[in-house]
């Protein structure tokens, strides 16, 4: 049996307001989850995290 294997030359987006869908959901996502981790580290009294 071969095993079919997906590259991204094999991705396509057939519309576009599928993905500007995604990618907002998926900044939103990152946006809420880097918020909540610097609730919790203030939270825990550790420093803010300093870019690079």
């Given amino acids: 049996m071969t095993q ?3 590259a991204l030359d094999e991705y396509e987006v057939h519309r576009c307001v599928g ?5 907002t ?3 939103l ?3 809420v989850l ?7 580290d203030s939270e825990a009294g550790l420093p ?3 870019p690079g």
């Fill in 4 to 6: 079919r294997r997906c």
């Fill in 19 to 23: 993905w500007y869908r995604h990618i």
């Fill in 25 to 27: 959901l998926a900044v």
């Fill in 29 to 31: 996502a990152h946006a």
């Fill in 34 to 40: 880097t918020a909540f981790a610097a609730q919790a």
């Fill in 48 to 50: 803010g995290r300093q």
